[in-house]
């Protein structure tokens, strides 16, 4: 005797998966095209798997990133050096590169 019979893999239309996944159709191309998604490519088309679709929601699922304690969800970010301000508080603009070219100011590193 024979093994039941085994159905034939149902393909989807990248316009069927973008409603799955509530995108759109250019945006299931796109990833394809990119080579992100896996995907099928057959008379000329992207198709689709049930599986495929899955993997996909698994390939961009995001997760909370872990904290150390209860100490860092209420730390305060602070300022990088960068981000100072000259003269204690104040910002200074820049003389523009015309007018330090026209009154003879060196130019600014």
Request: charged residues 20%.
């Amino acid at each position: 005797m024979t093994g039941p019979v085994q159905q034939p893999p149902t393909f989807y239309l990248p316009a069927e998966v973008a409603v799955m996944l509530r995108c759109s159709e250019w945006w299931v191309k796109e990833q394809a095209r990119q080579r992100r998604v896996p995907f099928c490519w057959i008379g000329g088309a992207y198709k689709f798997t049930a599986e495929q679709v899955a993997e996909i929601a698994q390939l961009f699922e995001v997760r909370p990133a872990p904290t150390s304690g209860p100490e860092s969800a209420g730390q305060i970010r602070r300022r990088t050096a960068a981000a100072e301000t000259v003269d204690g508080g104040r910002l200074r603009s820049r003389v523009p590169r015309r007018m330090q070219q026209s009154a003879g100011h060196p130019p600014a590193a």
